[in-house]
């Protein structure tokens, strides 16, 4: 078990600490989505550091065991904000949304899991 919370914990890692980067930087690509989804590109900062918050929770997860399942929890909230977000607009486009959703979640239950 210890295995696949470590391999599970540092892939949601790498994908939201990818994607906080890609936010924080000022890509193109959040902003896009934030027109999209009808959201103020000023909110595109804050969520990348909750995205980056998530991540080095996760990381930190490995040392403090509540804070990594508190972290995986929240970011597990995220993405049901982000679920909701694509749905009000009708968008259908949601194969990114779903392998991000799904990392995470996987690592919210083998946190528990393995330290529950």
């Given at each position: 078990?210890?295995?696949?919370?470590?391999?599970?914990?540092?892939?949601?890692?790498?994908?939201?600490?990818?994607?906080?980067?890609?936010?924080l930087?000022?890509?193109d690509?959040?902003?896009?989505?934030?027109?999209?989804?009808?959201?103020?590109r000023?909110?595109?900062?804050?969520?990348g550091?909750?995205?980056?918050?998530?991540?080095?929770?996760?990381?930190?997860?490995f040392?403090?065991?509540?804070?990594?399942?508190?972290?995986?929890?929240?970011?597990?909230?995220?993405?049901?904000?982000?679920?909701?977000?694509?749905?009000?607009?009708?968008s259908?486009?949601?194969?990114?949304w779903?392998?991000?959703?799904?990392?995470v979640?996987?690592?919210?239950?083998?946190?528990?899991?393995?330290?529950?």
């Open positions: 078990m210890f295995a696949a919370y470590v391999t599970v914990t540092c892939v949601a890692a790498v994908f939201t600490g990818s994607a906080a980067v890609t936010y930087l000022g890509h690509y959040p902003k896009a989505q934030a027109d999209m989804k009808r959201i103020p000023s909110w595109v900062p804050v969520l550091l909750l995205l980056a918050a998530g991540t080095l929770g996760l990381l930190a997860g040392a403090v065991p509540l804070l990594g399942t508190l972290a995986a929890g929240g970011l597990v909230l995220y993405f049901v904000g982000a679920l909701i977000a694509h749905l009000r607009v009708g259908r486009k949601l194969v990114g779903a392998a991000f959703f799904v990392t979640a996987a690592a919210f239950a083998v946190n528990l899991g393995y330290r529950w």
